[in-house]
């Protein structure tokens, strides 16, 4: 594993408890269904299928998905957000299929997927790239990518987290962890692009078809319970793989 990705590893498995226990706390609230609705008002209707949740976490998309009757594998770097998805999908009595994998790199066939979902992703990969490159790979003829992301390049972590309010979803990660969370993202090549303009680029370059931009996620989502807020805004970019039919499973 590449210096810069032993780091990303290493930063996320010390956050993994307490992020898993966050993701489990908001699938209890209303933001369950908010998310919900995002995701399936870009979804064709009446079909189960089969959808991979790319940097999976806490397993938050996967579980939503998962109870909607779907096929789901979420993958994720770290071990320790695996483990806690596990347990989490056990919890809600959901049968998920978790598993540890780079998502730059999956060990899936080509044309194994419907559906590729991912929430704030992108912006932690060193070549995000060549994930999208991965992410079409994957998904089979006429299927459909999901990104949700933040433009976290510009973002002030600091002082985002030590918001007077104290209602944000960063208030409980340390000084320590933020300064190493700066650090590594002034790393990556990534958060020196204007997003969400240079993920259309990439998509455009690698072929998907009707890609589509949603810079109002962040509005429809954030209207309630704000122990989730999250200060940067959030965008979705959309795209097809092709403009084949999805099969039903």
């Not at 993958?75 to 695996?82: E, K, N, R």
């Not at 419907?114 to 998904?139: F, G, I, M, Q, S």
């Not at 993920?199 to 122990?227: C, F, H, M, P």
Request: aromatic share 8%; charged share 30%.
């Amino acid at each position: 594993m590449e210096e810069i990705k032993t780091r990303i590893h290493g930063y996320w498995s010390g956050r993994s408890e307490e992020f898993v226990r966050m993701r489990g706390e908001e699938l209890e609230s209303g933001m369950a269904k908010l998310w919900l609705a995002e995701i399936q008002r870009c979804l064709p209707t009446g079909k189960k299928l089969k959808i991979l949740d790319v940097g999976t976490g806490g397993g938050f998309f996967a579980i939503l998905l998962a109870q909607q009757g779907h096929t789901v594998c979420g993958i994720d770097l770290t071990a320790g957000m695996i483990e806690g998805a596990r347990r989490l999908a056990e919890e809600k009595d959901v049968d998920v299929d978790f598993q540890v994998m780079d998502a730059e790199k999956t060990d899936f066939e080509d044309e194994s997927f419907d559906v590729v979902v991912a929430r704030n992703l992108t912006w932690t990969l060193p070549h995000p790239a060549e994930a999208y490159r991965e992410w079409k790979r994957v998904l089979k003829r006429g299927g459909i990518l999901l990104n949700f992301d933040g433009n976290y390049g510009k973002a002030d972590f600091c002082k985002e987290a030590r918001d007077p309010s104290g209602q944000n979803a960063h208030r409980n990660v340390s000084d320590e962890q933020l300064n190493e969370c700066t650090q590594i993202r002034e790393e990556l090549g990534i958060s020196r692009e204007e997003r969400p303009a240079w993920d259309e680029r990439v998509l455009n370059a690698l072929g998907y078809a009707k890609i589509k931009i949603d810079r109002e996620v962040s509005d429809r989502i954030y209207t309630g319970d704000l122990r989730f807020y999250n200060p940067t805004p959030l965008f979705l970019i959309k795209g097809v793989k092709n403009d084949c039919k999805i099969s039903s499973l």
